[in-house]
Every structure is written in structure tokens, then in C-alpha cells.
């Protein structure tokens, strides 16, 4: 099974700051996944990716598949991006890209 | 339909009763996926289904779990002689192909056991 470890584990910005997340993972793999949960809301996947770097508005995740470590970062943060984010992997071995180990989640607080 | 959707999205039940959950999945996708989110204890994978075979059950936590999806859609998680540990938030997801990848999650099902 692949180990999967965030951090922070708590995050708390003011508006406009420039956030980072990051996660590590024990096994080499072929994707990588970030989530985003907002409080009792569903979870929303955001990126899906196995090399490089991919951007969404104000989102950008980077993977580095030898160092076996993800970034994701929020620039010009707001209120709204507060919410949990969650970094999950595939299982060791496995074919399908859902079938995941996550990571615990780090809790992003944003002040106005 | 549009999304992913799932039903009931709460239910209340004794300990000792059995539960059905049902996962509706976004129309043509091929790959159907199972979760749990413990509270205080995150989001683990349960089971995950290739059209209507699941190849890998190994992380069904007991053999009280059992899931089935017929059609290639609807999928059904039963739990049998439910327990308090069982309480959770069951999501469900499904994505195009197995290896397509990006995942589309449902809103979940609480299931409380008294």
C-alpha cells in the first residue's frame, strides 16, 4: 500500500496570500490526484496529473515523480478557497486510478 | 444525469439492521468507485467496479460489506448487521475508463447506527 503524507496539516491565511500544500507518497506511481472538500460539502476533484505542472484558474499542482512528492499552490487566495484538500495516489501495483490511498487532508482557513 | 448521484443521502438505523446504499453514475462511465470517510479517520477506498465486475474487494472492511453493480450503472453497497463503527459518509465515484482517471464524486451517504 502506498504511505501518503500531507502537510500541512492545519493552514490559515489572509486574503491574497500564496498558499502551497504539499504531498509525498512512498511508492513511485503513474498519477496523482488532488481533492478539495468544502465543510459539508462533496468532494470535487481539481487535478489529476503524472508529470510537469497543470494550472486551473488560480491553481496550479506540480508533481516531481523521482522525488515521489506533489505541490499544490493557491495564488491571490480568498475566503472561498477555504475548504480541506486532500492528496491521493493509487494503490502500489494496482491499474486503476481510483482505487487510492489518501492522504489526511489539510484544513485551509482563508481571513477576508 | 448530469452527475454523480447517490441515495439516501441519510440514514438512521439500529445496530444489527441491514442497509442498502445506491450509486448512480455519470451515463457511459465505464469505472465505478466506493469510499468511506470515518470521521477522524479519512477517506479509505472500499471496492471499485469495471463495468459490472469487481476485480478487487480487498478493501472491504468485513464480510458483512458486499457490493454489486448490474447494467454497467447502478451500483448497490449493502451492509449487513450493521454496527456503530460502521458509521460514516459512503461516497461514491465514477470516472470514464479505469485509466482514464479524473474522478466525479457523488454528494454521499451518512449512515449514522444507533
Known amino acids: 500500500k502506498n504511505e501518503v503524507e500531507q502537510s500541512p496539516q492545519n493552514l490559515t491565511a489572509q486574503e491574497g496570500e500564496f498558499i502551497t500544500i504539499n504531498c509525498s507518497y512512498s511508492?513511485?506511481?503513474?498519477?496523482l490526484h488532488w481533492l478539495q472538500q468544502h465543510p459539508g460539502g462533496g468532494i470535487v476533484s481539481l487535478f489529476m496529473?503524472?508529470?510537469g505542472k497543470k494550472k486551473h484558474g488560480r491553481l496550479i499542482a506540480t508533481i516531481n515523480i523521482q522525488e515521489k512528492h506533489s505541490s499544490l499552490h493557491i495564488t491571490a487566495s480568498h475566503p472561498r478557497d477555504s475548504a480541506v484538500y486532500i492528496c491521493?495516489?493509487?494503490?502500489?501495483?494496482?491499474?486503476?486510478?481510483?482505487?487510492?490511498?489518501f492522504g489526511q487532508g489539510t484544513i485551509l482557513t482563508v481571513h477576508p | 444525469g448530469a452527475g454523480v448521484s447517490q441515495s439516501p443521502s441519510n440514514k438512521v438505523t439500529e445496530k444489527g439492521k441491514d442497509v442498502e446504499l445506491r450509486c448512480d453514475p455519470i451515463?457511459?462511465?465505464?469505472?465505478l468507485y466506493w469510499y468511506r470517510q470515518s470521521l477522524g479517520q479519512g477517506l479509505e477506498f472500499l471496492i471499485y467496479?469495471?463495468?459490472?465486475?469487481?476485480?478487487?474487494k480487498s478493501g472491504l472492511p468485513s464480510d458483512r460489506f458486499s457490493a454489486e453493480r448490474t447494467g454497467g450503472s447502478v451500483s448497490t453497497l449493502t451492509i449487513q448487521r450493521t454496527q456503530q463503527e460502521d458509521s460514516a459518509v459512503y461516497l461514491c465515484?465514477?470516472?470514464?475508463?479505469?485509466?482514464?482517471?479524473?474522478?466525479?464524486f457523488g454528494e454521499g451517504s451518512r449512515l449514522t447506527v444507533l
Open positions: 465515484a465514477s470516472s470514464l475508463h479505469l485509466s482514464t482517471g479524473e474522478l466525479f
Open positions: 467496479f469495471q463495468g459490472n465486475s469487481a476485480p478487487d
Open positions: 496529473l503524472s508529470s
Open positions: 491521493a495516489v493509487p494503490n502500489a501495483g494496482g491499474t486503476s486510478y481510483g482505487k487510492l490511498t
Open positions: 511508492v513511485g506511481i503513474s498519477a
Open positions: 451515463s457511459g462511465h465505464t469505472a
